[in-house]
């Protein structure tokens, strides 16, 4: 039930609405965020590079990587809306290295490739259990791979009342620091605008040192 809710709701407006949206976000709540991936994709990105994007959106996260002029072996993204990944894919036309699906990030049983990074923003707040879901998902993860994450977290008490009109709307709600704490191989975590925004980063757990 609440996966066809938050179905129908990236179809009504986010497929058409969500770039605009995403931008004035960053620039109110997340630019710190940001930044964080923007360090982290220059940090870890090569041509010899996999990516795995877990809800990828309209590939937001794709732009920025050519934005920035990185390059990268291959990229697969994953998304459970048609709508947006009709978007997606008008962007993208034409990029032999370049993939997307449609299907549940959940239900990633099918998917037999390892890849060096996973990228995850701004989904973790829709899933029923966000560390069952980021335990799991590790399992992608090529040996000294990498786990990016940003997504909506537990903020402080003042900012409650203020945010609930935006949890309804998106049909989200804020990853709890108990779920958090569940997550296994946390390498940099790293919160902003009054815990709202949280950052995370995981590392194989072979490739730690």
Request: charged share 25%; aromatic share 14%.
């Amino acid at each position: 039930m609440a996966d066809e809710r938050v179905r129908q709701v990236y179809g009504i407006w986010q497929a058409r609405w969500y770039d605009p949206f995403k931008w004035l976000w960053n620039i109110l709540v997340a630019s710190g965020a940001e930044k964080d991936m923007n360090n982290f994709l220059r940090d870890s990105l090569d041509e010899n590079e996999t990516i795995l994007e877990l809800g990828c959106g309209t590939a937001l996260n794709l732009e920025k990587i050519f934005s920035l002029g990185l390059k990268f072996k291959r990229y697969l993204g994953i998304d459970f809306s048609p709508e947006i990944l009709r978007i997606t894919n008008r962007k993208f036309q034409g990029y032999s290295n370049v993939e997307f699906r449609e299907k549940n990030i959940t239900r990633l049983e099918d998917i037999n490739d390892k890849f060096d990074i996973i990228i995850c923003t701004w989904v973790l707040s829709h899933l029923p259990s966000a560390s069952s879901f980021v335990n799991r998902a590790q399992g992608l993860m090529k040996e000294q791979g990498k786990f990016f994450l940003i997504f909506f977290s537990e903020p402080r008490w003042y900012l409650r009342f203020w945010i609930a009109p935006l949890e309804l709307l998106v049909w989200s709600r804020y990853v709890t620091d108990e779920e958090v704490s569940k997550f296994k191989n946390i390498r940099k975590i790293r919160s902003y605008s009054g815990r709202m925004v949280t950052v995370v980063e995981i590392h194989d757990a072979g490739g730690l040192m």
